[in-house]
């Protein structure tokens, strides 16, 4: 899954250098105390995440099952009417990064010098860039790499998903500071029931698309391994978790391929890899590569180059 986004039909955006946490109301079991900011931007919080997929790709599908997508890459959401909560955290999200040039997608800054994103949206060209939050003006904190090296997951299979990994080696390193920091690689996987937070600038809305200027954050449960199963019958991997939330419209989208699902301050989760065509359906979750089986291989490949 993967997005850029917007909303379509008056989103309500905050600026200045922040996540906007756009999620319903109903969600504060899972979200930090905010308070309303009114009505109609349901889609933004809806279709919240799916990072910076391949905008104009044409989506992949799983054999015979039309709607299942490969990519995370850009549809929408508009359930109307719903009341949105925003709130703003100055660069909550400091690990985030786009990813541009033949497509888009996100990234996760996991060492100065590496970037850590879904296989399947590794091209040729591509360029990075950290400390971004407003994708519409320049706010000084951002920084524009080159990608010279690219290192997929040795099992990754374009057809199933299985182990969409890849690690991009910049030209040169992230200066770190407030706005671009490395996260922190898993220990452990996070067990299910565990709330994590998505970041992205995928589409807001779908199957529309619509991308929003701010970078937009999420917060869903991880289901279990036999959940993510029946939502998804022989198409989950051990490499793959799912993680959504219960009866609400809150999911990673197109665009939002490659960007992180962070767990307790580490990247405990796993990042954005594919779902539905149509994103944030009831009974169909968010699918993510599972980081936390990947922790040797990165850093392998870290240490080696």
């Known amino acids: 899954m993967g997005k850029i986004g917007g909303k379509k039909g008056g989103n309500e955006e905050k600026r200045g250098d922040s996540c906007v946490t756009s999620v319903p109301s109903l969600l504060s079991p899972l979200s930090p105390p905010v308070s309303p900011q009114g009505r109609g931007a349901a889609a933004a919080a809806a279709a919240a995440l799916r990072y910076l997929g391949t905008l104009g790709d044409t989506w992949g599908h799983f054999g015979d099952t039309p709607g299942v997508t490969v990519p995370a890459q850009v549809p929408p959401l508009s359930p109307q009417g719903d009341t949105l ?19 888009r997608c996100g990234g996760v800054l996991v060492a100065p010098r590496w970037v850590l994103t879904a296989a399947h949206c590794n091209r040729r060209g591509l360029r990075v860039r950290l400390g971004e939050d407003d994708l519409s003006r320049r706010e000084g904190t951002e920084q524009e790499r080159r990608v010279v090296q690219a290192v997929p997951h040795p099992r990754f299979n374009p057809v199933t998903l299985d182990s969409d990994l890849a690690l991009l080696r910049l030209d040169r390193p992230a200066v770190t500071n407030r706005a671009v920091r490395p996260l922190r690689l898993p220990q452990s996987c996070a067990p ?32 279990s391994e036999a959940a993510c199963r029946r939502a998804y019958p022989q198409r989950i991997t051990p490499s793959m978790l799912c993680a959504g939330v219960s009866d609400r419209r809150v999911d990673s989208c197109q665009g939002d391929s490659g960007g992180p699902l962070s767990c307790n301050g580490t990247l405990q989760g796993g990042v954005v890899s594919w779902g539905l065509q149509t994103c944030a359906l009831p009974g169909h979750p968010g699918v993510y590569t599972k980081v936390c089986r990947f922790t040797d291989w990165i850093q392998s490949v870290i240490n080696s180059n």
């Open 85 to 103: 909560v925003l709130r703003e955290v100055p660069h909550l999200m400091p690990w985030q990064a786009l990813l541009y040039g033949p497509l």
């Open 192 to 223: 299910a029931g565990a709330s994590c937070l998505l970041s992205g600038w995928g589409t807001v809305t779908t199957p529309q698309v619509t991308l929003p200027s701010r970078l937009i954050c999420a917060y869903v449960q991880l289901l």
